[in-house]
C-alpha cells in the first residue's frame, strides 16, 4: 500500500471515528453537562445564606420559648392545686378546732379566736382567687355587722355551717365528674358555692375584728 493511497479500510476507519466522535457530542448535549471546566462558575448570594440561616435559629428559639412557657403555665397550675387543697383542709381542721370549742362550753379565747378567724379569712380570700366566687346581688345580705359580744357564739356556729355547707357542696367534690344531664344541677351547685364562700370571707373577717376589739378589752 503506498501512503496517501485512499482505500476502504482508511474509509471504513474514518467513519467509526467520526461516528463515535458525534455520539460522545450528541450525549453531551442530551443531558445539558457541560464538559469539567467550561462555563461560568455558580454565583453563591451570602446574603441568602444568612436569612436562610437566621430563619432557621429564629425557629428553633421560638420552639425553645414556645417549651419554656408551657412548663412554666404547668408549674403555676400544679402549685394553684396545691395551695387550694392546702386551704381547703386549713379551713375544715380551723373549724374543727372552733366546734370543739364550743361544744365543750369552754369560755370564749378572744386571741385564739381571732387567729383562728383571721387564717380562715386569708385561706377563704386564696381560694376566691383561683374560684372566682361572686354571689347575686342581695341588698338585704351584701352588710355583714360586727357581732355583739353576746353573739359571738351565735357567729361561730354560723361560721361552722358555712364552712360544712361549702365543703360538702357537690360542685367541689364531683368536679371531674360532670355529665350532660347534670350540667345544671352543677350550675346550681356553684352558685351556692360561690355564696357560701363569700359569706365565709365576710363573716370571719368580721369575727376577727370584734375579736381583737374584745381581747383588748379583757
Same mark, same amino acid.
Given at each position: 500500500? &503506498?501512503?496517501? $493511497? ?42 441568602? /445564606?444568612?436569612?436562610? $440561616? ?6 428553633? $428559639? ?7 412557657? /408551657? ?28 366546734? $370543739? ?17 383571721? *387564717? ?16 347575686? /346581688?342581695? %341588698? ?20 361552722? %355551717? ?24 352543677? &350550675? ?10 363569700? *359569706?365565709?370571707?365576710?363573716?370571719? *373577717? ?8 374584745? &381581747?383588748?378589752?379583757?
Amino acid at each position: 500500500m &503506498k501512503p496517501g $493511497r485512499f482505500t476502504v479500510a482508511n474509509l471504513a476507519s474514518w467513519v467509526i471515528a467520526a461516528t463515535f466522535a458525534l455520539s460522545l457530542a450528541s450525549q453531551s448535549l442530551c443531558h445539558g453537562q457541560a464538559p469539567p471546566g467550561a462555563g461560568p462558575p455558580p454565583v453563591i448570594n451570602p446574603r441568602a /445564606e444568612d436569612r436562610q $440561616r437566621q430563619l432557621a435559629e429564629g425557629r428553633l $428559639r421560638s420552639a425553645e420559648m414556645d417549651a419554656a412557657a /408551657e412548663s412554666e403555665n404547668k408549674k403555676h397550675v400544679e402549685a394553684a392545686i396545691i395551695n387550694m387543697k392546702e386551704d381547703f383542709t386549713r379551713i375544715q381542721v380551723i373549724r374543727n378546732d372552733i366546734a $370543739r370549742n364550743l361544744v365543750a362550753g369552754k369560755p370564749l379565747e378572744y386571741t385564739l379566736i381571732a387567729d383562728q378567724t383571721a *387564717e380562715i379569712h386569708k385561706r377563704a380570700s386564696r381560694l376566691n382567687v383561683y374560684m372566682l366566687a361572686h354571689a347575686p /346581688e342581695n %341588698k338585704g345580705e351584701n352588710n355583714t355587722s360586727d357581732p355583739k359580744k353576746e353573739e359571738m357564739i351565735g357567729a361561730l356556729v354560723k361560721l361552722c %355551717k358555712l364552712i360544712d355547707s361549702f365543703t360538702d357542696n357537690p360542685a367541689l367534690k364531683n368536679a371531674g365528674m360532670l355529665d350532660v344531664k347534670g350540667v345544671e344541677k352543677a &350550675k346550681e351547685d356553684k352558685a351556692r358555692a360561690d355564696k357560701d364562700l363569700i *359569706e365565709i370571707i365576710k363573716l370571719s *373577717e368580721s369575727v376577727h375584728k370584734k375579736s381583737q376589739e374584745l &381581747k383588748v378589752s379583757n
